[in-house]
């Protein structure tokens, strides 16, 4: 009976002084999470469209006059499509992966195939996409078409030389395939669609509440910075290999932009940390963290700025090069990115109480 | 654990000594029940073991059990139907490529898909059993195989309420059952039964209380702060959830409750009280965490405290107010009830209890290893919430928030170096309990080490490179990077290779430092030195000389907003006062 009365007292004398004391409002995740929806992820995939839209009519051009100015013209729309759909990594999260869309496999499924590519150039079948193999379709194979295997000029001359009949059919299928895939992201997201930014922010849908939103988005920022270091970098760098190289498992060997979109996929994180893209300031996790814990913010941001530092530092190298000539750069893109990943897994997941997890089993 | 006033209120005498052998209220039904074995003991010498066997043995109404039975077994059966509905049968036992059997457990075969389907089956099918209560030790036995057996595959998986279920069902598969073939409210347990259950729940909440006893969870109200605050956006209380206060008058009561509960259950003029105050708290833990099946078991397991006849005298109650209510006769009402065990004339048949001293003695050795094994943690050097060791099986329920990361850094006899990352063969939840339990970090390295040579890599070296992060302390080493963790044995002893948790103080402390640090009335102090003092950034070791940063717009906002935020955050923290920051180690 004692202890009932002082635990009584206690949690009378605490709720006594809380009532009168009045707090902070709490950090207003649903608002963070609609500006992260209407300022950075909206934006990202309407460019991504735009871009895709780009890469069609170049490869309209391409194929109506195909020549080496072409190509390097559609290659340019290429990369500038690769940029835009790689600054989208952070939050590759609803329609991205999960059915009935699961547009991922659709839109970048890496590394290509080419022997299945060719394959479906050489049929007579009406081209169905749809029901084309992940491995020979969207930006790896149209990357396939535009810069052939070996690369160099005179694979130049030989791609512009077959640009035609049945190849450049399945290329012009290929980036209206890519168009419209881009266009259900956008659909996807946007209010007039699945709305999935409204489901984001409002904690409804596809996730169980704000809580479990924020969680989810949080968890994507740490799985792409984790999968930058591991897969992308890590893996033809031979780190899980004993030291072997596995260029062949690049994002965009053909394209060159692996090292690119690698650094395009860390921007993408920092967009959603910062709730900025395009000029455009929003509310994002940053300003979450300076809510619970603001001296944790600076020793985030000079994590990303080592990042870029270690990218930079490579120049316009592409992951082959640096791997060979540059690997002590390439090590230090590695190391900078795991401090990154450590930090936000780590510090970060603490002092917004988020865990790091993907399966709601039960605890005590 | 036995409450005097409900022995009193039982048919059998309170104290069998005082009475001739715990005769029979009504002799003339003397011959159709038979007394108990511990009848039979009146006639040995009267010693303290004999008069506490005497005890233990008197025969008490079974209707609560009956009735807390039912539910535990329907409990346990619906965890299986949750189980499968989530897709966690398949998620946790079948599709790990690895599995971390318990300590000494690693010689337990792992059942294929149709296997775990069955252990599973079987504990659905055990807990119906055990709800209906027919030959009920048996399907305790039944149902305790497939559900140790379940719970010893993996570590990953360990949760308290597991295992205080199997060391119920351990129990009720050797404790004396209700005797049978009476009608239900005349059957009767010999005291030992309620006596050894409720010493086994009493034993839960007395030591998640006495493990509440820490000063992160007293003075600094962690992990409650941090837990709470995920549950902001609730309706009407989620704002609340965000004050410090709340976390601290939650991690008190909390630790008052789990202490105190089963005292304030087992005395008779606190025992309503303490029950609603049960389930209400339990009612709120549900609400506010994923605990699945843990509180309504122990909402379930408090009714055991209760007197034994309980639902006898509720019936009892309820029936004389609808007599009233319908102006019947008092006496038509008293022939409507059905007479409870505790007031039968004829008291409630007693069944036989064999091997009387064998079982007391298994009791014995039980309860004596329960008392024991809470407090093993503290035989191992640093803080037990850091190292985990000795963390399993000492009722610590709730106390842990670590967040931590780790791959592997395997080396061959070549010298060549692969790091392998957890994620590429472990299941979500073995992702997060690794990198955060020594002993997980170590028997996954143990798994890497076989693979490798298994693959025809020799013999090869295993080190891991990982940090962690308790309560929001700065993240540091959870295990030596330099230790080759390939030839460190598995076991009880201490793990010299866990490095000692360095700060004393949780991130708690440290914001309020931040926010001194932060605070616009104090801006003489240089960003650099705040940050240089405080969180050197983790990319500084690997820095290099180019340009700092592609995003060039983007810094002077995140300092404005930084700037910005830091007010609020003073404001809101003030009242926790503020402290010096602990240096990074």
């Not at chain 2, 000494?104 to 709800?131: D, H, S």
């Not at chain 2, 506010?288 to 509180?295: A, I, M, N, Q, Y």
């Not at chain 2, 009714?303 to 004389?320: N, Q, Y």
Request: glycine share 8%.
């Amino acid at each position: 009976m004692a202890n009932l009365a002082i635990a009584s007292s206690i949690l009378g004398l605490a709720l006594t002084i809380g009532s009168c004391s009045g707090g902070a409002e709490p950090f207003d995740r649903a608002a963070m999470l609609g500006s992260l929806g209407q300022t950075v992820i909206l934006p990202t995939y309407r460019d991504f469209a735009a871009r895709a839209g780009e890469l069609e009519t170049a490869a309209s051009t391409l194929c109506g006059g195909p020549s080496e100015a072409t190509l390097a013209s559609a290659r340019d729309v290429y990369a500038a499509t690769r940029e835009v759909y790689a600054r989208a990594e952070a939050f590759a999260i609803g329609p991205h992966t999960d059915s009935p869309r699961r547009l991922s496999p659709k839109v970048n499924f890496w590394p290509v195939r080419a022997d299945l590519v060719e394959e479906q150039i050489a049929a007579t079948t009406s081209i169905d996409l749809d029901a084309t193999s992940s491995s020979a379709r969207g930006l790896p194979a149209i990357g396939y078409l535009l810069f052939g295997l070996d690369g160099g000029a005179a694979e130049d001359a030989a791609i512009v030389a077959a640009l035609e009949g049945r190849r450049c059919e399945y290329l012009r299928a290929l980036t209206a395939y890519l168009k419209a895939r881009a266009d259900e992201y956008v659909l996807a997201w946007s209010p007039d669609g699945d709305d999935f930014a409204g489901q984001l922010a409002e904690g409804r849908g596809t996730f169980a509440s704000v809580q479990a939103s924020a969680g989810v988005v949080f968890e994507q920022l740490v799985f792409t910075t984790e999968n930058v270091r591991e897969l992308k970098i890590g893996k033809p760098f031979g780190k899980r290999d004993g030291g072997v190289l596995q260029l062949g498992e690049q994002e965009d060997r053909l394209g060159g932009r692996s090292l690119a979109d690698a650094h395009a996929n860390v921007r993408s994180v920092q967009n959603v940390w910062t709730g900025r893209y395009a000029d455009v300031q929003g509310i994002g996790v940053r300003d979450w963290l300076l809510a619970r814990r603001p001296a944790l913010e600076p020793e985030v941001a000079a994590a990303f700025d080592a990042v870029h530092a270690a990218f930079d530092a490579l120049g316009d190298q592409t992951l082959d090069q640096a791997i060979t000539e540059d690997p002590e750069g390439v090590e230090a893109v590695y190391q900078a990115v795991k401090d990154l990943q450590t930090v936000l897994a780590v510090d970060v997941a603490q002092a917004l109480a988020v865990t790091v997890t993907f399966n709601p089993t039960d605890g005590d | 654990m036995t409450d005097v006033s409900d022995a009193k209120s039982a048919a059998a005498p309170a104290d069998p000594t005082k009475k001739s052998a715990a005769a029979p209220a009504d002799p003339t039904k003397s011959s159709a029940s038979p007394p108990m074995r511990a009848t039979t003991d009146a006639r040995s010498p009267r010693t303290s073991l004999g008069r506490v066997r005497d005890h233990l043995l008197v025969p008490v109404p079974a209707t609560s059990l009956a009735i807390w039975r039912i539910a535990f077994g329907l409990l346990l059966a619906g965890n299986v139907l949750r189980y499968w509905q989530a897709g966690w049968i398949h998620d946790l036992f079948v599709a790990p490529r690895v599995m971390f059997p318990h300590w000494g457990f690693a010689w337990l075969p792992r059942p294929e898909a149709t296997g775990v389907a069955i252990l599973f089956g079987a504990v659905f099918v055990g807990g119906l059993a055990i709800a209906r209560g027919r030959h009920l030790r048996l399907a305790a036995a039944f149902t305790f195989v497939p559900f140790t057996w379940l719970e010893l595959l993996d570590r990953s998986t360990y949760l308290n309420h597991y295992y205080l279920v199997s060391l119920v069902l351990a129990l009720l598969a050797v404790l004396p059952s209700a005797s049978r073939g009476e009608a239900p409210h005349e059957r009767a347990v010999p005291r030992v039964t309620l006596f050894a259950l409720r010493a086994q729940v009493g034993l839960v909440y007395f030591f998640a209380g006495v493990a509440k006893l820490r000063a992160d969870w007293l003075f600094e109200a962690e992990p409650l702060t941090t837990w709470l605050a995920r549950h902001t956006d609730a309706p009407l209380v989620g704002p609340l959830l965000d004050d410090r206060w709340v976390a601290f008058a939650a991690s008190w009561a909390g630790m008052l409750f789990d202490l105190s509960a089963v005292f304030l259950l087992l005395a008779r003029r606190t025992r309503r009280f303490a029950f609603a105050v049960v389930v209400l708290f339990h009612l709120a833990t549900a609400a506010l965490f994923t605990l699945g099946l843990f509180p309504w078991l122990m909402m379930v397991n408090a009714t055991l405290f209760f007197a034994p006849d309980w639902p006898s005298r509720v019936r009892d109650t309820i029936a004389k107010r609808r007599a009233r209510a319908s102006d019947a006769p008092s006496g038509l009402a008293s022939e409507s009830v059905v007479p409870s065990g505790a007031r039968a004339p004829e008291g409630p048949r007693s069944n036989r209890v064999r091997l009387v001293v064998p079982l007391l003695g298994i009791l014995a050795a039980h309860f004596a290893l329960q008392l024991a094994l809470p407090f093993r943690q503290h035989l191992y050097a640093g803080d037990p919430l850091w190292h985990e060791q000795g963390f399993r099986f000492s009722w610590c329920v709730m106390l842990i928030e670590k967040t931590a990361t780790l791959d592997l850094r395997v080396v061959d006899a070549e010298g060549r170096e692969t790091i392998v990352h957890p994620r590429e063969e472990l299941t979500p939840l073995q992702l997060r309990m690794v990198p955060t339990q020594p002993d997980l970090v170590l028997a996954y390295a143990h798994h890497v080490r076989d693979r490798f040579e298994a693959d025809g890599h020799g013999e090869v070296q295993v080190y891991a490179d990982g940090f962690a992060s308790l309560h929001g302390r700065p993240r540091q080493r959870l295990v030596d990077p330099e230790v080759d963790l390939a030839r460190e044995r598995d076991g009880l002893l201490d793990k010299p290779w866990i490095v000692p948790l360095r700060s004393p103080d949780t991130g708690r402390r440290q914001i309020a430092a931040d926010v001194e640090l932060h605070d616009p009335t104090r801006q003489s102090g240089s960003r650099s030195r705040q940050t240089g003092a405080h969180h050197p950034p983790v990319a500084s070791i690997h820095a290099t000389s180019a340009p700092t940063t592609a995003i060039p717009n983007e810094r002077p906002a995140a300092r404005s907003a930084l700037l910005s935020a830091s007010s609020e955050v003073t404001r809101a923290s003030a009242a926790a006062g503020g402290r010096a920051p602990a240096a990074r180690p």
